[in-house]
């Protein structure tokens, strides 16, 4: 049975990581000193905005744990990180129902993964036409209705790489949807 009637939930990209290499393969990438930097100040964005999630949730790869870390500790965030393997590349909009599903108590959940899954789930959340893309260390929120989540979802915010906040949909659309640059 669930409790919380809506769920607000933050898509969190993981921040900038080294490129893979044969000593560092896909999974062993970690956070390049920029990228924690930079993710601070997303992290930093999203405590002023009040984001205050019941359970941080991200994928077991060492990029996405070092961000959720990040996360957790700027908006000191008292528990545990939920590792998923469901959100490691391959995540869906129904993974998303699942984690929502799983967590009935909560009415704030963030979740740290991938591209380019968080985009597409993103579009289907924003019911857009074009492909989106979260920049490396970026967050989009949404307040969903869990029972009609690919139809009930009403934007929050887009916070950007940089730590820019964007309350309007139009302009977190035109973010979410320009080709990405180097």
């Known amino acids: 049975m669930r409790i919380a009637s809506s769920v607000t ?5 993981h921040a900038e990581a080294i490129p893979r290499t044969a000593e560092f393969p896909e999974p062993l990438r970690y956070l390049t000193c920029r990228g924690r930097t930079r993710f601070r100040r997303v ?3 999203l405590k002023k905005q ?4 019941d359970i941080i949730v991200t994928s077991p790869l060492v990029r996405a744990l070092q961000t959720a870390e990040i996360l957790a500790e700027t908006i000191r965030f008292c528990g545990d990180l939920r590792v998923v393997p469901a959100l490691g590349p391959g ?4 993974d998303l ?12 959940i963030a979740l740290v993964g991938h591209e380019p ?17 979260l920049k490396k260390g970026g967050a989009v929120s949404f307040r969903v209705d869990p029972d009609r989540l690919e139809r009930k979802a009403e934007f ?9 906040v964007v309350t309007d949909r139009g302009k977190a659309l035109e973010r ?7």
């Open 9 to 13: 939930i933050h898509l969190i990209r």
């Open 43 to 45: 992290a930093a964005a």
């Open 50 to 53: 009040q984001a205050e999630p």
């Open 91 to 94: 995540f869906t909009i129904d």
């Open 97 to 108: 129902r699942d984690i929502i599903d799983s967590s009935p108590q909560c009415g704030e």
């Open 117 to 133: 899954d968080l985009g597409m789930v993103a579009r289907t959340l924003l019911n857009a036409e074009l492909p989106c893309s």
């Open 156 to 164: 929050s915010m887009l916070v950007t790489g940089g730590g820019k």
């Open 176 to 182: 979410l949807q320009a080709p990405n640059r180097p």
